[in-house]
C-alpha cells in the first residue's frame, strides 16, 4: 500500500519534470457516472410526482361534487345532484357517436362541428390578424391610423356582431365564422403590432448591414422575432373563438354544442347541460394547451431569451 | 492632385433634431485611414464616437460632409463596413452557425457555391475558435463566446473596414484579454483596416496603431491623434513594462482625465 503510494508519487514528480517544457498538459478526464438506482425507487420517486400533480385537484374537486350532492339532494332542488346528472345524461356520457339524423346527435358530432368552424374561422383570424399586425407594427402611418379603430372594435362582445354578419351574409353558418373571426382577430393584431415593435434595433442593423431585402426582412428577421408575440395573441384569440361560438351556435341552431345546450334547455334536460358545459371547458383547455405547445416548439430559442 | 486615402472622413459634422431643439454631436471630422490600420476612437460617454462609427456604418446619415471607402461616397449600410455591435446582436433563434451563415449566403450568395458558402463559414467559426459550438444557440454560450461569433460574422462579409462598436465592453476582464489577443492575432493574419471604439485606454494602446481621441460633446470633434510605435505582436505581459507603452498610456490618460475632463453636470 505505501509502496504503491511511493511509486505513484514518484511517477507523479517525474511526468511533471517531463511536463515543464510542454507548456500545453491536458488534465485528465474523469467522468463522473452516477449509480445505477433501481428500478423500484425510480418508480417511486414517478409516482411520488404524479401524484402531487394529480392528488390536490382530485381531492377540490370530490370535495366539491360532495358539497353539490349535498346542497341538491333534498327534494324540490332546483338542480340536479351530480349522482342525477349522471344518471339522466348516461344515454349522452355514454355513446358519443350516436346519429339519430337531424340535430340528434352525440357529444362527439356536435363538439366536432363547433371545432370546425373554430379552425376555419381561427385560421383565416391568425392570417389576418397576423398581416395586419406586422403592417401596423412597421408603419408608424398605419398604426396612427388604425390603431385607434381597433382599440375600439376590439371591446364590441362577440354577440353584438352577429345579427350585423347575418344581416350580410343571410346566412347561418358564414355568419358563426364571422362572428369567430372578428372576435379572435383582435388580440392577434395587437400582439403582434407589439413584438413587431419591439423587435430590438440590434437586428434591423444586422438586417441593414447585410443588405436584407425587404421579403427577407420579413420572414428571416421579424416573424422569428415576432413569434412569442403572435403566440401569445392566438392563445387570447383561440380561447375568445371558443367563447364567441358556443354564444352564437345557440342563436344559428343547427347542430354544434352551443346550440345542444340551448335545445337542451327548452327541453328541460338540465343535467345534460351540465355535462355539455364540462365538455366545453374541457375542449377550451385542450385548446390552450395545443395553442401554448405549437407556440413552444416554434418560438424555441427566441423565449429563452 | 494628391494620394486618395483608403477611408476619409470629410469635414463631418452631425446634429440631431428634436422639434425646435438641434443638438449638434459632430463638427468638423475629419481623419484619413490607410489600409490595413488599427485605429481606435476614444473619448468620454457621448462625445459622438458611436455616432461617428454609425456614420461609417451607413446606419446613420452625416448633416454635413462626407465619409469616402477608396473614393466611393458612403451613404447606406453594407456589408463592406461590417459592424461588431457592443451587445453581439446575435439572432437567438438561429444557430451559432445560422447566425454566420445568414451573412455569408447573402453576401456571397452570387459568387460562391453552396459549399463554398458552408467552409466559409466553418473557416470563420474556426478563426475564432468557434468551430465546436457550431450548433449551439446564442443562449448556450458565454458572453465571450457570443462576441466571438459576433466578430466572426462581421469578418466572413470581408469587410474592407471593420467596424467595431464597444466590443468587448460588456465582458469581463479575462475574458476580454483573451479576445484582445485573439483580434490582435486575426489582424495580424488578415490584414483588416479596423476602427474600432472603445472606453479602455489599455485596451486602445494595445491594439491600434492609431488612438484617435474625441473631444467632449456638444459639437465633439478629434482632439488629438496619437500613433502607438510599438511593434507587433504585442504582448501584453512583455508591455506591461515597457516604456514606450507606459508613454502612450499617460499620454491617453492625460488627454482623457486632465485636458478633457467630464463636465461636472455630466459626472454628477
Known amino acids: 500500500m505505501q509502496a504503491a503510494a511511493k511509486a505513484t508519487l514518484s511517477a507523479a514528480t517525474v511526468s511533471v519534470a517531463n511536463a515543464v517544457p510542454v507548456p500545453e498538459s491536458s488534465a485528465e478526464i474523469v467522468t463522473f457516472r452516477p449509480p445505477v438506482r433501481p428500478a423500484l425507487e425510480r418508480a417511486m420517486e414517478i409516482a411520488r410526482h404524479v401524484v402531487s400533480v394529480v392528488l390536490p385537484p382530485l381531492i377540490v374537486l370530490s370535495l366539491t361534487l360532495f358539497v353539490w350532492q349535498l346542497l341538491c339532494s333534498e327534494?324540490?332542488?332546483?338542480?340536479?345532484?351530480?349522482?342525477?346528472?349522471?344518471?339522466?345524461?348516461?344515454?349522452?356520457?355514454?355513446?358519443?357517436?350516436?346519429d339519430n339524423g337531424g340535430i340528434d346527435k352525440g357529444a362527439f358530432w356536435q363538439i366536432s362541428k363547433s371545432l370546425g368552424r373554430v379552425a376555419i374561422g381561427f385560421s383565416l383570424a391568425a392570417v389576418v390578424g397576423i398581416a395586419l399586425g406586422v403592417l401596423v407594427g412597421q408603419s408608424t402611418w398605419a398604426m396612427r391610423g388604425l390603431d385607434p379603430i381597433f382599440q375600439v372594435l376590439r371591446t364590441v362582445p362577440p354577440l353584438a356582431w352577429?345579427?350585423?354578419?347575418?344581416?350580410?351574409?343571410?346566412?347561418?353558418?358564414?355568419?358563426?365564422?364571422?362572428?369567430?373571426?372578428?372576435?379572435s382577430i383582435w388580440p392577434i393584431i395587437i400582439n403582434t403590432s407589439v413584438g413587431v415593435r419591439n423587435i430590438p434595433q440590434d437586428y434591423r442593423n444586422v438586417a441593414a448591414v447585410i443588405r436584407l431585402s425587404w421579403w427577407e426582412v420579413f420572414y428571416k428577421i421579424t416573424l422569428p422575432a415576432t413569434v412569442p408575440y403572435i403566440f401569445t395573441g392566438?392563445?387570447?384569440?383561440?380561447g375568445l373563438s371558443w367563447l364567441a361560438i358556443v354564444a352564437a351556435e345557440m342563436l344559428i341552431g343547427g347542430v354544434g354544442i352551443g346550440f345542444f345546450i340551448w335545445d337542451a334547455w327548452n327541453s328541460s334536460r338540465i343535467s345534460d347541460i351540465i355535462v355539455a358545459l364540462v365538455y366545453i371547458g374541457i375542449?377550451?383547455?385542450?385548446?390552450?394547451?395545443?395553442?401554448a405547445t405549437v407556440g413552444h416548439f416554434v418560438s424555441h430559442g427566441v423565449s429563452a431569451q | 492632385m494628391t494620394t486618395q486615402p483608403y477611408l476619409k472622413f470629410d469635414q463631418i459634422g452631425m446634429s440631431f433634431r428634436r422639434g425646435q431643439m438641434a443638438t449638434e454631436v459632430l463638427r468638423d471630422v475629419d481623419l484619413r485611414i490607410e489600409r490595413g490600420e488599427f485605429v481606435s476612437l476614444i473619448g468620454h460617454s457621448g462625445c459622438g464616437k458611436s455616432t461617428l462609427?454609425?456614420?461609417?456604418g451607413g446606419l446613420l446619415k452625416s448633416t454635413s460632409g462626407e465619409v469616402f471607402l477608396e473614393g466611393k461616397v458612403v451613404d447606406e449600410p453594407g456589408p463592406d463596413r461590417a459592424i461588431v455591435f457592443q451587445n453581439h446582436s446575435l439572432l437567438p433563434w438561429l444557430t451559432v452557425y445560422g447566425n454566420i451563415a445568414i451573412a455569408v449566403d447573402k453576401v456571397f450568395g452570387g459568387t460562391k457555391s453552396k459549399a463554398e458558402r458552408h467552409d466559409w463559414v466553418m473557416h470563420n467559426l474556426e478563426l475564432v475558435q468557434m468551430a465546436q459550438?457550431?450548433?449551439?444557440?446564442?443562449?448556450?454560450?458565454?458572453?465571450?463566446?457570443?462576441q466571438r461569433v459576433g466578430i466572426a460574422r462581421a469578418l466572413a462579409?470581408?469587410?474592407?473596414?471593420?467596424?467595431?462598436?464597444?466590443?468587448?465592453?460588456?465582458?469581463?476582464?479575462?475574458?476580454?484579454?483573451?479576445?484582445?489577443?485573439?483580434?490582435?492575432?486575426i489582424h495580424a493574419r488578415l490584414g483588416n483596416t479596423v476602427m474600432m471604439i472603445t472606453h479602455d485606454v489599455d485596451e486602445a494602446v494595445l491594439l491600434s496603431d492609431r488612438v484617435v481621441m474625441m473631444t467632449n460633446g456638444p459639437a465633439a470633434t478629434i482632439g488629438e491623434i496619437l500613433p502607438i510605435n510599438l511593434p507587433r505582436p504585442r504582448?501584453?505581459?512583455?508591455?506591461?513594462?515597457?516604456?514606450?507603452?507606459?508613454?502612450c498610456r499617460a499620454a491617453v490618460l492625460e488627454f482623457l482625465y486632465a485636458r478633457h475632463r467630464v463636465p461636472a453636470r455630466a459626472a454628477a
Not at chain 1, 392566438?234 to 383561440?238: A, F, K, N
Not at chain 2, 474592407?160 to 465582458?171: R, S
Not at chain 2, 504582448?235 to 508613454?247: F, I, K, N
Open chain 1, 162 to 183: 352577429l345579427p350585423l354578419s347575418l344581416a350580410g351574409f343571410r346566412h347561418a353558418d358564414p355568419s358563426a365564422l364571422f362572428v369567430i373571426f372578428i372576435t
Open chain 1, 75 to 98: 327534494p324540490g332542488a332546483r338542480l340536479p345532484p351530480p349522482t342525477k346528472v349522471v344518471a339522466d345524461a348516461w344515454d349522452f356520457i355514454a355513446d358519443p357517436f350516436y
Open chain 1, 234 to 238: 392566438l392563445r387570447i384569440g383561440v
Open chain 2, 235 to 247: 504582448r501584453r505581459l512583455e508591455l506591461a513594462t515597457d516604456a514606450e507603452y507606459a508613454r
Open chain 1, 283 to 291: 375542449v377550451g383547455f385542450l385548446l390552450d394547451k395545443l395553442i
Open chain 2, 133 to 146: 459550438a457550431k450548433d449551439k444557440r446564442p443562449h448556450e454560450v458565454s458572453g465571450g463566446m457570443k
Open chain 2, 53 to 56: 462609427l454609425n456614420i461609417l
Open chain 2, 157 to 185: 462579409m470581408q469587410p474592407k473596414v471593420l467596424l467595431m462598436d464597444e466590443p468587448f465592453g460588456a465582458l469581463d476582464a479575462l475574458t476580454r484579454a483573451h479576445l484582445q489577443d485573439s483580434v490582435m492575432e
